[in-house]
């Protein structure tokens, strides 16, 4: 895990996770990294609304499809399969205009996945973080800002 790279200590559901003093040059880079948003707190109240359409042109990498996971973008979890395997359930945050998560079940293995074309509103993303969006979804998907959340 991440935090415990950088010597974190997880204090529990109230107060999460708690870093050394030194660590904030690297926490923030963790941060930018996986959410696209450095940490602060008016990265998180700066947010507008996402238009994203799902794209299978770039097959080198599946971005759309997850193994016994749910299926994260810059680090938001878009869609994931539920208990029985049957079936996926959207992120919290998500709504599918076209288009549904699936699940199917290969060897014993729940594989999420969302359909190449699907189009759904990923709300409350911050604003720092859609350039973040846009340069994970090159040959995977288009991003187009709403907006302000």
């Known amino acids: 895990m ?3 790279r950088l010597d974190g200590r ?3 559901q ?3 996770w708690v870093f050394e003093p030194g660590r904030g040059d690297a926490l923030r880079a963790l941060c930018l990294r996986i959410w696209g948003v450095d940490g602060t ?3 998180v ?3 507008v609304e996402l238009r994203i359409e799902a794209d299978y042109t770039d097959i080198r990498s599946a971005v759309w499809i997850a193994h016994d996971a749910p299926v994260y973008l810059v680090g938001r979890e878009i869609a ?3 208990r029985n395997g049957r079936a996926a359930r959207p992120g919290r945050g998500v709504k599918f205009l076209s288009g549904k998560p699936g699940c199917k079940t290969e060897l014993h293995h729940k594989v999420t996945s969302i359909p190449h074309g699907s189009v759904f509103l990923l709300k409350d993303t911050p604003r720092m ?3 973040h969006f846009e340069r994970a979804l090159h040959g995977h998907g288009r991003c ?3 907006s302000a959340a």
């Open 10 to 12: 997880w204090r529990g």
């Open 129 to 131: 973080a859609v350039e």
């Open 144 to 146: 187009q800002v709403l």
């Open 14 to 16: 109230e107060i999460g």
């Open 45 to 47: 109240t700066d947010c």
């Open 80 to 82: 994931a399969s539920l």
């Open 41 to 43: 707190p008016d990265a």
């Open 2 to 4: 991440h935090a415990k």
